[in-house]
């Protein structure tokens, strides 16, 4: 079992800046094994993809998120980051880490809000 804990939500204000942090942790979890990844679910809407990475270091991102957020991981200490530069009230949603292994199976965090607003 693989257990994902986000942290570093709460309120930005346009243009500011906030990091995420997801700390992964269980006895079955081999950074190698896994892609990471950041999801995001607004009210009223889907979840959606933010980013992914590797363990290898391959980055994808949404579209509407280039150039805006930096997706990043240390496998040495089991932790993912999304740096979130600039954002903007369309931004705001409940933020979740997500890590599927080479076998297909995958886990979730809980989810830390994130509030765009001035």
């Known amino acids: 079992q693989v257990q994902l804990v986000e942290s570093g939500g709460g309120l930005v204000q346009p243009g500011g800046s906030l990091r995420l942090t997801c700390v992964a942790s269980?006895?079955?979890?081999?950074?190698?094994?896994?892609?990471m990844g950041w999801y995001r679910q607004a009210p009223g809407k889907q979840r959606e993809l933010v980013a992914t990475?590797?363990?290898?270091?391959?980055?994808n991102y949404a579209d509407s998120m280039k150039g805006r957020f930096t997706i990043s991981r240390d496998d040495a200490k089991n932790t993912m980051y999304l740096q979130m530069n600039s954002p903007i009230p369309e931004d705001t949603a409940v933020y979740y880490c997500?890590?599927?292994?080479?076998?297909?199976?995958?886990?979730w965090g809980r989810g830390t809000q994130v509030t765009v607003s001035s």
């Open positions: 997500n890590a599927r292994n080479v076998f297909a199976q995958e886990y």
């Open positions: 269980g006895s079955n979890f081999r950074p190698s094994f896994y892609t």
């Open positions: 990475i590797t363990w290898s270091g391959s980055i």
